[in-house]
């Protein structure tokens, strides 16, 4: 028996609003299809057990690979306070994937929200389905964000071959090696006050097993972006097309916009990325942005320009709106006095750069960027020898 199920909930609540991100699909009741009518109690609790002993075993990405089908829903959000009472209840519509993107102003009433309580409302008319009781993570003022690219910075995996791509699918992300270095920045930032979140080009149904990943290195409050692979393949939705499963720029720049939307502009903000593709590029045009030295219109023009970009009509008016929304928070900022954020870009080495070459209009801003060793040399070569064996023991094996 299938039941709505949420994939993800990112609640995020600062003094201005309280930002949702969620993600529903329909999933196997487990317990329903292992345990017909008649069976003994022993049994269905002799299948809890079961079951809860493989929890803590780290998932690999194909086991979500169900994820790829989806259905539009109704979600019903009810904000709960510290006395249990009922502060605001409002239900929405996801899109035709499930997903939901909402901003809620908050009053004097809101503002003394506690958790959240969601709720799936459209399936079986009367019902209300139990999705889960969440409490927000709270952003206050100054306001610390860190935002930390996932593949070759965290973990130094591989897709450029039909064998590297299945292992990415079958693996956990424990068995690639661990940029140690980045998970320390990353962590020592996060011990500072600032909040993380994880932005990875990997679709959608790596989720669970990135965050085993996350959970394993103690990171634990990481709000995690992937991209939406059911999106690419709708003949009806042009936000993402075929050539962005390859061109990562559109959709790297979009959801960096999409967090500071759901953030607001903050005091500091940390980028972490690699040299690998176009993460330096991305992250010193949001900085442009960000420190006002281009209008929001220069930017979009010289964006779409871009070989990393190459957008359609569609995806050019989606950018061009974020760009704008961005410029108009960075106004209403400065009307309260308040100065432009403090940036710093780290970029992981791709061999022994001591500079990266950056088109002439953001040269003035490479002075934010920082490059680092993703290992030490010894432990990269620890780490290489160890996949190694690890792929000689399997073809072994076959």
């Given at each position: ?35 017909p009518q008649g069976f003994a109690k022993e049994v269905a609790q002799g299948i809890v057990r079961e ?175 992937l991209k939406d692979y059911r999106h690419v393949f709708s003949l009806f939705e042009l936000d993402l ?13 979009n959801h960096l916009l999409d967090i500071l939307l759901l953030t607001g502009i903050p005091d500091e ?130």
């Amino acid at each position: 028996m299938k039941r709505p199920t949420l994939v993800h909930f990112l609640s995020l609540k600062t003094e201005e609003s309280l930002n949702i991100k969620a993600s529903i699909t329909m999933k196997e009741n487990i317990l329903s299809d292992q345990v017909p009518q008649g069976f003994a109690k022993e049994v269905a609790q002799g299948i809890v057990r079961e079951i809860e002993k493989e929890l803590p075993t780290p998932r690999f990405p194909i086991q979500a690979y169900k994820l790829l089908s989806g259905s539009a829903f109704q979600m019903k959000i009810t904000g709960i306070g510290a006395q249990q009472e009922v502060l605001f209840k409002k239900t929405y519509d996801t899109d035709s994937f499930g997903n939901l993107s909402v901003k809620i102003p908050l009053n004097a009433e809101r503002s003394q929200v506690k958790a959240l309580q969601v709720y799936e409302v459209g399936k079986e008319p009367g019902l209300e389905l139990h999705l889960g009781t969440f409490i927000p993570l709270e952003i206050s003022n100054p306001k610390k964000i860190i935002i930390c690219d996932f593949d070759k910075t965290l973990v130094d995996t591989k897709y450029s071959t039909t064998s590297e791509l299945y292992k990415s699918l079958t693996k956990p992300m424990e068995y690639f090696p661990t940029v140690t270095n980045s998970v320390d920045i990353l962590k020592g930032y996060i011990d500072k006050g600032f909040h993380p979140f994880i932005l990875s080009a990997s679709p959608h149904f790596y989720e669970e097993a990135m965050r085993d990943w996350l959970y394993k290195n103690q990171i634990y409050t990481a709000g995690i972006f992937l991209k939406d692979y059911r999106h690419v393949f709708s003949l009806f939705e042009l936000d993402l097309t075929p050539k962005d499963l390859k061109i990562q720029g559109l959709y790297k720049i979009n959801h960096l916009l999409d967090i500071l939307l759901l953030t607001g502009i903050p005091d500091e903000l940390v980028l972490m990325g690699d040299n690998f593709e176009s993460d330096p590029i991305i992250y010193l045009s949001l900085t442009s942005l960000l420190k006002e030295t281009q209008d929001p219109w220069q930017l979009w023009n010289y964006l779409r320009k871009l070989e990393a970009f190459q957008m359609n009509r569609k995806q050019n008016s989606i950018l061009l709106n974020k760009v704008y929304q961005i410029s108009n928070l960075l106004s209403a900022r400065t009307e309260k006095g308040k100065g432009y954020p403090e940036i710093k870009i780290f970029i992981r080495k791709k061999v022994d750069e001591t500079s990266i070459e950056m088109p002439e209009s953001l040269n003035q801003h490479s002075s934010h960027i920082e490059l680092y060793e993703g290992l030490p040399p010894s432990l990269a070569i620890k780490e290489s020898q160890k996949l190694k064996s690890k792929e000689a023991l399997e073809q072994k094996e076959e």
